[in-house]
């Protein structure tokens, strides 16, 4: 399997990056995934780098994007943080990948039974998590019930909603991404990671 070169990268449209996901993940359910020299790709991507995607997720160690899309060294930036949450140097990360390197898709992909939401659904403070969970607290606060102990599906209903409202954020608060997207120049997109099977169901 080759690397990314500029020319497969400008010849790529949003639909074509979103496909290339899919049928990655598709590979990694059913456990076929693609031969790929690991040693040589170091090489290549040494003169240079051109991913197609920009892949927004947590930090829970069930979950490597490379590995549920299988995809290889080069192909994807890989954003990472507890509850795939928004902030500012995550969006710089975003408007990096893809204005200036030439990505092509914005994934933003939660994942169920996820630690995070299960502690800002459980009000947990702690230090810096606090803070980190603060931003998960608008997905909780439309789901939970008043006074009523959230139960699994509930937090299942967090994750999905905190996927949504994260798409929400980069497209109020990075001006740079929200024009790619509405001239077609790149896609945003929400889906959700299964720990149980390893497949990602695309919004």
């Known amino acids: 399997m080759k690397t990314h070169t500029k020319l497969t990268q400008d010849n790529l449209t949003p639909k074509d990056a979103h496909n290339i996901l899919v ?22 991507t040494s003169k240079g780098q051109y991913p197609f995607a920009v ?15 299988d995809q290889g060294i080069g192909d994807i930036f890989s954003v990472r943080v507890a509850g795939n949450v928004i902030n500012e140097d ?42 980190l969970l603060s931003k998960i607290q608008p997905a909780v606060k439309s789901i939970e019930s008043n006074g009523t102990e959230m139960t699994q599906e509930d937090i299942e ?23 790619l997207e509405k001239e077609g120049q790149i896609e945003i997109v929400g889906a959700m990671y299964d720990v149980n099977n390893g497949i990602v169901t695309f919004y």
């Open 157 to 179: 209903l967090v994750s999905e909603k905190n996927v949504k409202l994260s798409i929400e954020r980069i497209r109020q608060e990075s001006q740079i991404l929200a024009d």
């Open 55 to 69: 892949i927004l997720s947590c930090i829970d160690s069930r979950v490597p994007a490379e590995l549920v899309f």
């Open 23 to 44: 049928e990655g993940n598709k590979r990694f359910y059913e456990n076929l995934k693609l031969q790929r020299n690991l040693q040589d790709q170091v090489l290549e």
């Open 90 to 131: 995550i969006l710089g990360s975003m408007e990096y990948g893809c204005k200036v390197a030439g990505s092509k898709i914005i994934v933003v992909m939660g994942h169920s039974k996820c630690g995070a939401v299960t502690s800002a659904c459980n009000h947990v403070e702690l230090g810096n998590i606090t803070g």
